[in-house]
């Protein structure tokens, strides 16, 4: 289940052409650095602005400015809440750009995006928190912050993980031991934004022999698709 | 451009409708007479290797530039359709592209500086309009 999720965050349908001058755009490196192919080309001189052209499967899926594009990097980030009435192109952009896939990640930078999502949830205050350490006792060192979260919010936590440690009951936080492999290999972290769907943000990283593989999200459907995932393993 | 009519005055105008037979020709006017096409004639003097589909892409993204709306699928076959059906046989009657309609591919014929000048130009002055 988490394996077909991770999957589909890696867009690999997708290709991205910038037309622009001879300087590269900033969206350019944006797209570089959370994991995005993409490619340019050199309008004429004395052309117009850049632009960005998408496709999907190699047809043709949507263009747009590039400074649009920008725009909606910049907060506050807002999505429509239903992508079914808007187009093809649009919502084949708002995937890439609410989603950052990496190929190597070191377990220090899983620590801060897990840190993020902490803070989010700890600055919301309610809703649910599902987390996967791997094995139950990677959670031992994080445990005093768990109980600072549950202390201080109306979160309902809930702490996933390979049994194979018994960590010290917390109130309002539930622990689930698993005995499948499949959750041994992933690092997960989900916060569904407490009813605020701008606010649901969620990190899928599968641990590789030469690190972790995965994505981090702020589109609020994909995050409801790992924390589905997480609570069907719960017990 | 004071320059280009003392050139021309100078280096006499036969010599010039040799070089660069287009600029006494009508057709070719009329050819230029369409923002689509010498935005189009301006792409492929850059890029050899284009296609009718990344031509209606370059002209529907250049148009959304204009407009800050993202172009659909729709916008961009309607483009295509017109490339296919209108600009590039026209273009292509007046020697000034070469198309292929079994690949997609588009390729500028060579075309003199003074051509190729103009249609920079009228690109530039496009630009600094708006």
């Known amino acids: 289940m988490l394996d077909a999720i991770l999957e589909a965050t890696a867009h690999p349908r997708k290709q991205f052409v910038v037309y622009r ?15 995005v192919d993409v490619t340019h ?23 747009l ?35 950052t896939t990496f190929a190597t990640m070191e377990r220090s930078e899983l620590l801060a995006v897990s840190r993020e999502i902490e ?10 928190l599902r987390v996967s350490f791997q094995q139950l006792s990677a959670f031992e060192p994080q445990a005093a912050t768990y109980r600072y979260l549950a202390r201080e919010t109306a979160l309902h936590i809930h702490v996933h993980g390979v049994e194979d440690w018994t960590p010290s009951a917390i109130d309002g936080v539930t622990y689930h031991g698993d005995d499948d492999s499949e959750l ?26 030469d690190g972790y593989q995965g994505c981090w999200t702020n589109d609020p459907e994909r995050v409801q698709e790992i924390l589905s995932a997480l609570r069907a393993r719960g017990t | 451009m004071a320059d280009d009519q003392e050139g021309q005055s100078k280096s006499g105008e036969t010599a010039d409708a040799d070089e660069t037979p287009w600029l006494a020709d009508d057709q070719f006017y009329r050819a230029l007479a ?12 850059e890029h050899s290797d284009s296609t009718v589909d990344e031509l209606a892409t370059v002209l529907a993204g250049w148009e959304t530039t204009e407009t800050g709306a993202m172009a659909t699928v729709e916008d961009h076959d309607r483009i295509a359709l017109e490339l296919v059906h209108s600009h ?9 592209v070469e198309y292929d309609a079994d690949t997609g591919v588009v390729r500028a014929e060579d075309v003199d500086a003074a051509v190729e000048d103009l249609i920079t130009r009228s690109i530039e002055a496009e630009t600094s309009q708006s």
């Open chain 1, 21 to 35: 001058g001879a300087d590269e755009t900033d969206l350019e490196s944006w797209f570089a650095r959370h994991g």
């Open chain 1, 41 to 63: 080309r050199v309008l004429p001189p004395g052309g117009p602005a850049p632009f960005l052209a998408i496709r999907e499967d190699g047809k043709f899926t949507g263009v």
């Open chain 1, 65 to 99: 400015p590039v400074e649009s594009v920008e725009g909606l990097l910049e907060p506050p980030i807002a999505r429509p809440g239903d992508r079914s009435d808007v187009s093809a192109g649009y919502r084949a952009l708002f995937e890439v750009l609410d989603e």
């Open chain 1, 119 to 128: 803070d989010r949830a700890l600055r919301v205050g309610r809703g649910t």
């Open chain 1, 184 to 209: 041994g290999q992933y690092w997960t972290l989900a916060f569904d934004g407490g009813g605020d769907d701008t606010q649901a943000c969620a990190l899928l990283a599968r641990e590789e022999s």
């Open chain 2, 34 to 45: 369409s923002t689509r096409r010498r935005r189009l004639l301006s792409f492929v003097i």
């Open chain 2, 88 to 96: 590039l046989p026209l273009l292509e009657d007046l020697g000034l």
